[in-house]
């Protein structure tokens, strides 16, 4: 271990940016984002008018947008809880989401030994929204309240609720929290107590559409504006924001494939003490030794630094101090080294503010790019005279190099004197284009998912969208990740296409639906007459399992076929013979084996195989009954059986057997030969009988459809070709099942571990062939997902009219009579699997591809309003519950004091519905969700122990009993509450 961290994912909101890469855009175009306020606005907020009308006051400030929307349910917090929490608290949960999302990390995967290293600003909200409700406090319990904006639980919270089990630790060392946060996160990696850190910071002072008071030779600016290094500076200007890095070690990064977007070679902490002139001043004795400690634990030449991330917060003293430190420890190299402050385009972000500088660093370097110092009037003299090796940009240039690594360094100096420097070395680029990658204008499969079905068509939309913006993304790279690096929630979607433009079309169109928990897979396997030519061509050339397996497969049956399998099923059937009984039997069981055995590859595991008459030798196969060279030499017999038998016909009549009956009368050479679904029956026989049924059916209005078979299979003109078949079959060893089988003889299970008796392939062959009766088996598995594994969409389309009205998901991964050059309908119907709740293998389905993981859109968190307006304090009255109906029976229905006098008890409402009904009004008060019915579970809807405490004792001070919590616990229900209130 060589003691580099690798800066591998990054997430944070900014002053006129929702992400970092629209932060990085607003950065390298010199974008001011600090907000002028209008009049009205700030009135609107509740700013006074003689404030407004001081000629001192100063309306600007670096404002985030919505910071009053956060997704509780997401993390499975109350809405009652997630009011009353810091929002500095709640964007940065979300925002440690989005960064470990954006890092690859956010899979089905548990996160493991992640650390948290963060902090937050002043907490405004607690003073003035939370506090100034002592009802509310009251109600919800003062421990509650800590807990939720306390900054003792901010770490802990975000690890608690995300399931991160690294060191979970609140950093506040003031303005340079969040930078100290990253290095104390970077030792915790170098130490081993974490594999990946999370570290950074927030700030949302509210409220927001607020401004200031200038005060001379203070340290807010007197035009709202901010231009450290400028000779007309004369101070910074307050902003929120909250951002996030994800760290890991350099040789785990590399070894994971993961984009470093920067390398952090060292850091250094320390504090000024006393020397300086005042507590709040900086000190320059203090940075000159962070800065040379830095370098030297980086093992880095400061002159070999192209840019640097100050903290220039544009005060008189501070830039003069920062910039005399800086000549003191760094000497003029082969260029000079621009000096920037990000605090010129979003203002000063106090606890986020070193955070919000490194990430401008990271992407400096990432993009090869040098950000121009916005604002800039004036450069200070120091910067003109060449007294220093700085220089500064006023617009953004390519960061040249002459062969040494491009290096930054990062400052923030926090008031109170705690100072840090972080060095970093470029990473990755952004990717250029993969030579070993697939062509383009291949198919790809693109899966999206949300907690919610909004959510889910909110992820289309903003993919679709982004992809609209990206034209130059690798759709194969976007699959990946998408496949691969994100977590898989229960309302899914997925769309197949050939490129960008596809993909962004069909993501609009595409249907969502829930996953099934754990679905019943029931592969189906067609019969003959389904078959097209070159129905295995776009597996055949894309997937080299495919291939191998049809390969085999037609070296042993060319010399038995005359012919090669690879003509019908990879070429156009020069030959003309995909409809010929003894080579369609063989070709088409070579070809559903082979698929059949992909899907297994690619992760699917099937609850139960069912096979359509020949379809049954495919299936028998992949469950381990027959060898697979054993199967297809059985069949290719049993293809030349049939097809020397007798010619005949088939007749498929949209009627079932009862109704079908009575048309037999007299017919006695025709034989039922399937019953494919309720009114879908098969009669075969010889023609000139099959000819009199048709003018029959046709007289009583029955339809009818002729099958193109010469030949009377499944009837009693095949009993030569069985018997003969049978003597063939009991020769092949028969082996126990290793996948449960549905038989067609009977529509019996056969379970694993047994293998066919004597004579059954004989019999299989005679018998009609029973494909309704095994649906319904497989229709009384839990959750049946049917999948037709072969060409056409025959069994899945019958099976439509045998779920008695219920909706089972049933795809046809060939469902068309020319299949996709790229297997694309295969894919597609891999995606509907997957969003049926079907678990795939995805680097396996992808194969060595060369693809990569790219940056796309996060989560898109619900937009839910939890706020708590800003109230005027109130006269304490006690409130320990919330207002309740009165009890209906027994009267001395007002709560009982805190204390327990002035008053008797309430009486139960004798376990009715008004009890109950209390009970629901109390819970839905105390968790802040409306969807509580009596038998609502309180921790399925957020509630926590500590909640249910609460709630036990106020129920036990309204009504003067005591509850059993460990009996509660069990099955904790307002209906059971009501229970023991009145047992």
Avoid at 321 to 345: D, H, Q
Avoid at 668 to 693: C, F, K, S, W, Y
Wanted: glycine share 12%; hydrophobic share 45%; aromatic share 6%.
């Amino acid at each position: 271990m060589n003691g580099d961290i690798a800066i591998v994912g990054m997430a944070g909101r900014f002053p006129g940016a929702a992400d970092v890469w629209q932060y990085w855009s607003n950065l390298a175009a010199g974008r001011i984002t600090i907000s002028s306020l209008t009049r009205s606005e700030l009135l609107a907020a509740g700013v006074p008018a003689d404030r407004l009308d001081d000629p001192a006051y100063v309306p600007a400030r670096g404002m985030l947008a919505d910071p009053e929307l956060f997704d509780a349910a997401f993390f499975g917090i109350t809405p009652r809880e997630a009011e009353i929490a810091d929002p500095q608290h709640r964007l940065l949960m979300q925002t440690a989401w989005a960064a470990l999302e954006s890092a690859g990390l956010a899979t089905d995967a548990p996160f493991g030994r992640v650390g948290v290293f963060a902090g937050a600003g002043f907490n405004y909200y607690a003073l003035n929204h939370v506090f100034a409700r002592p009802g509310l406090v009251d109600a919800q319990g003062l421990l509650s309240v800590v807990l939720g904006n306390e900054k003792d639980h901010l770490a802990a919270k975000i690890a608690y609720r995300l399931g991160l089990g690294g060191p979970a630790v609140t950093v506040q060392t003031a303005c340079s929290t969040s930078l100290v946060a990253v290095h104390l996160a970077a030792q915790s990696l170098r130490a081993g107590d974490s594999d990946v850190a999370l570290a950074g910071g927030a700030c949302v002072a509210v409220p927001q559409h607020s401004g200031y008071l200038y005060e001379t030779k203070g340290i807010m600016s007197a035009d709202g504006t901010c231009r450290p290094f400028d000779a007309t500076a004369e101070g910074t200007v307050p902003g929120n924001g909250v951002a996030l890095v994800v760290l890991k070690r350099v040789e785990d990064a590399r070894r994971d494939g993961d984009t470093v977007y920067a390398v952090i070679k060292g850091s250094a902490v320390n504090n000024d003490g006393s020397l300086k002139v005042g507590y709040t001043a900086p000190g320059v004795a203090g940075q000159i030794d962070v800065l040379t400690r830095a370098y030297a634990a980086a093992g880095v030449d400061p002159a070999t630094v192209g840019y640097l991330e100050a903290h220039g917060t544009a005060t008189e003293v501070g830039d003069a101090i920062e910039l005399s430190a800086l000549t003191e420890v760094f000497t003029r190299g082969a260029r000079p080294c621009s000096l920037g402050s990000v605090k010129a385009n979003v203002g000063h972000l106090d606890a986020a503010a070193g955070v919000a500088g490194l990430v401008k660093a990271a992407l400096a370097l990432h993009f090869r790019q040098i950000p121009p110092l916005a604002g800039l009037k004036q450069a200070r003299p120091e910067l003109l005279d060449g007294s220093t090796p700085f220089t500064v940009d006023t617009v953004a240039r390519p960061w040249e190099t002459d062969g040494t690594p491009r290096r930054a360094g990062v400052s923030a100096f926090g008031l109170g004197g705690t100072n840090v420097h972080v060095v970093l070395e470029e990473g990755d680029g952004p990717a250029a284009p993969d030579p070993t990658a697939p062509p383009g204008e291949r198919t790809e499969l693109v899966v999206l998912s949300g907690r919610t079905p909004e959510a889910v068509r909110a992820a289309a939309e903003q993919l679709g969208e982004h992809l609209r913006q990206r034209p130059d993304l690798p759709l194969a790279d976007v699959a990946r990740t998408l496949q691969s690096y994100r977590r898989h929630f229960p309302h899914r979607l997925a769309v197949a296409a050939r490129d960008l433009a596809e993909t962004a079309t069909r993501l609009r169109r595409a249907p969502a639906r829930a996953a099934a928990r754990r679905p019943s897979v029931v592969l189906l396997f067609p019969g003959q007459g389904t078959e097209f030519p070159a129905m295995s061509r776009g597996l055949y050339d894309r997937y080299p399992s495919f291939r191998a397996d049809l390969d085999q497969g037609a070296r042993l049956l060319t010399p038995i076929l005359g012919l090669d399998p690879r003509d019908v099923l990879v070429d156009d059937d020069p030959h003309d013979v995909v409809h010929r009984t003894d080579v369609t039997q063989p070709v088409l069981a070579l070809h559903e084996l082979a698929l059949g055995r992909l899907l297994l590859s690619w992760g699917v595991r099937p609850a139960a195989l069912v096979g359509h008459s020949v379809g049954e030798f495919a299936a028998a196969a992949l469950a381990g009954e027959l060898a697979g060279d054993d199967m297809l030499r059985l069949v290719a017999i049993r293809g030349r059986l049939m097809h020397d038998a007798p010619e005949g016909g088939m007749l498929a009549v949209l009627a079932s057997p009862r109704v079908l009956t009575p048309h037999l009368a007299g017919l006695a050479e025709l034989d039922v030969a399937a019953r494919n679904a309720p009114d879908l029956t098969v009669v075969a026989g010889p023609v000139a009988q099959l000819d009199a049924l048709r003018e029959r059916l046709t007289g009583a209005g029955v339809h009818w459809r002729a099958l193109p078979a010469r030949r009377a299979f499944h009837s009693r003109m095949m009993a030569d070709a069985a018997r003969r078949f049978g003597v063939e079959a009991d020769r092949v060893d028969q082996r126990p099942r290793t996948v449960p089988v549905i038989n067609t003889v009977d529509g019996a299970l056969l379970g694993k571990g047994l293998s066919r008796p004597a004579g059954y392939w004989a019999t299989q062959l005679r018998s009609p062939v029973g494909y309704h009766d095994a649906l319904l088996t497989a229709l009384g598995l839990p959750d049946p997902i049917l999948v037709e594994v072969g060409p056409g969409s025959t069994l899945t389309g019958a099976a439509r009219q045998s779920t008695q009205g219920r909706s089972v998901p049933g795809y046809a991964l060939q469902p068309r009579a020319t299949a996709r050059p790229d297997a694309g309908d295969v894919l597609a119907g891999i995606g509907a699997l997957w969003t049926a709740g079907v678990g795939v293998d995805w680097p396996a389905l992808r194969g060595n591809t060369g693809s990569r993981r790219v940056a796309l859109p996060g989560y898109p968190f619900a937009p839910t309003r939890h706020w708590l307006d800003a109230a005027p304090p109130v006269p304490d009255v006690p409130a320990p519950v919330p207002d309740l109906p009165a009890s209906p029976a027994g009267g001395g229905g007002a709560p009982a004091s805190p204390a327990g006098g002035g008053g008797a008890p309430a009486s139960p409402a004798g376990g009715g519905d008004g009890l109950v009904g209390e009970l629901v009004a109390l819970w839905t008060a105390l968790l802040g969700t409306p969807e509580i019915g009596p038998d609502t579970n309180f921790f399925a809807v957020g509630g926590d122990s500590l909640l249910l405490i609460r709630m036990i004792s106020q129920v036990q001070r309204r009504y003067g009993v005591r509850v059993p919590i460990d009996t509660l616990t069990a099955d904790a229900t307002p209906r059971v509450l009501a229970g023991l209130v009145t047992a």
